[in-house]
């Protein structure tokens, strides 16, 4: 069965530090991997997906994201942050055919200190 | 316009009761989902519905069925409320089957059960 692990339930960065969300995955075929943001009170927004081709990928908002294959991860990355960031992210795996579902990690909750 | 719609935003309703929660998308997708995030963040699919198939989560009790009138809408129905049915309610919806496609997701609906 696929799972996605999010090992960081929270994270505090200062505004304008560099960010990085770690997520790693389990799925028997290529992945389809996203990551979306959800702000307080809101539903969840697509920043970023990978299905195949660059494994690095570039999303809204300044974010960006690298597939590994052999770390099995799809960590998200923004090089400097700003204090609208501060949201809860979620990672996410799905592929295959038509029955398979996407699979949420437990998500993230970013915290910018000013 | 809104992409994904769902009313009501909050739902307060005792146990025992039937309600119902309503989800409009209008970006001519074919699947649409229903999701449940816990208190705790964690997102768990539901139901995902097209005009050809129903999929659901082996994990859902029958008091929980949707309804599709067409394309565009996929209703939550949840007969015998209990409080731990207490959660925020997504409904999304995808051009792809499954987990191949991005997702779009409503802005939630919060039920509250006494």
């Known amino acids: 069965a696929q799972s996605v692990t999010q090992p960081d339930i929270h994270i505090t960065v200062s505004e304008g530090a560099s960010l990085e969300l770690r997520c790693n995955y389990s799925?028997?075929?290529?992945?389809?991997l996203f990551w979306y943001v959800q702000s307080p009170g809101q539903g969840l927004q697509l920043l970023l997906k990978?299905?195949?081709?660059?494994?690095l990928v570039q999303g809204i908002k300044g974010f960006e994201a690298e597939f590994k294959r052999s770390q099995s991860s799809f960590n998200l990355r923004k090089p400097s942050v700003h204090w609208s960031d501060a949201a809860e992210y979620f990672c996410?795996?799905?592929?295959?055919?038509?029955?398979?579902?996407?699979?949420f990690g437990g998500g993230t909750r970013l915290m910018v200190k000013p | 316009d809104t992409a994904v719609s769902q009313t009501p935003k909050y739902l307060v309703t005792q146990m025992g009761n039937d309600k119902s929660i309503k989800c409009e998308q209008n970006?001519?997708?074919?699947?649409m989902y229903w999701y449940k995030q816990d208190s705790k963040k964690f997102l768990k699919i539901m139901f995902s519905?097209?005009?050809?198939?129903?999929?659901i989560n082996e994990t859902v009790p029958n008091r929980f069925s949707p309804k599709s009138p067409d394309k565009a809408h996929l209703n939550l129905h949840i007969n015998s409320l209990e409080l731990g049915d207490s959660a925020v309610y997504f409904c999304?919806?995808?051009?792809?089957?499954?987990?191949?496609?991005?997702?779009?997701f409503g802005p939630g609906t919060r039920l509250t059960v006494l």
């Open positions: 999304a919806s995808s051009q792809l089957a499954g987990g191949r496609g991005e997702q779009f």
């Open positions: 799925y028997g075929a290529t992945p389809y």
């Open positions: 990978y299905f195949s081709g660059d494994t």
């Open positions: 996410a795996v799905g592929g295959g055919n038509a029955g398979n579902m996407l699979t």
């Open positions: 970006l001519g997708h074919d699947t």
């Open positions: 519905y097209n005009n050809k198939e129903l999929i």
